[in-house]
């Protein structure tokens, strides 16, 4: 297994930000409205209101997972687009994501951060679990392919 680390997002990461995602949700669901909006500008949607792109890339220099984090409010973010390549899922990369984004949002201030995802992805559910997820009510959400909802809070 080759070694992974994260870098941040730049514009020439966008395809892969794109690729990986768009793999995901095909897999497992289709595209919405609001998926082809960021993946039309990460940096406008993503980046410029305070969120953050994570990407994991293996030692060739191949981005092989990503992540979001996305400001809501000055201490609200949202976790998001978290997608591995297939052939690397189970490499440790989706937990080094998770944990960069939470070591992030929580540099930034943040009091909670929360995510949307769906019962039927098993092996993330677990993932958001170790990462210290907790399930809350589902309330609005933002994605039809969206059935639990799942936050932690911070203590500030």
């Known amino acids: ?25 095909r897999t497992w669901f289709r595209p919405e409205a609001s998926d082809r909006e960021v993946f039309s500008d990460p940096e406008g ?3 410029k209101p305070g969120g953050q792109i994570f990407l994991a890339v293996d030692e ?44 992030y949002a929580y540099e930034q201030g943040a009091a909670k951060v929360f995510l949307e995802g769906n019962t039927r992805l098993e092996a993330s559910i677990r993932l958001y679990r170790k990462l210290g997820f907790t399930e809350v009510p589902l309330g609005e959400v933002v994605y ?12 500030r």
């Open 1 to 25: 297994m080759s070694e992974l680390h994260i870098e941040l997002y730049t514009p020439g990461y966008q395809a892969d930000f794109v690729r990986l995602n768009t793999e995901w949700i």
């Open 45 to 47: 949607k993503i980046i």
């Open 60 to 103: 060739q220099g191949t981005c092989i997972g990503c992540c979001a984090l996305i400001r809501h409010e000055a201490a609200t973010f949202e976790l998001a687009k978290m997608a591995v390549a297939p052939e690397s899922q189970g490499s440790g990369a989706g937990r080094l994501l998770g944990e960069a984004a939470l070591t």
């Open 144 to 155: 039809e392919r969206c059935n639990i909802k799942m936050e932690i809070n911070w203590k």
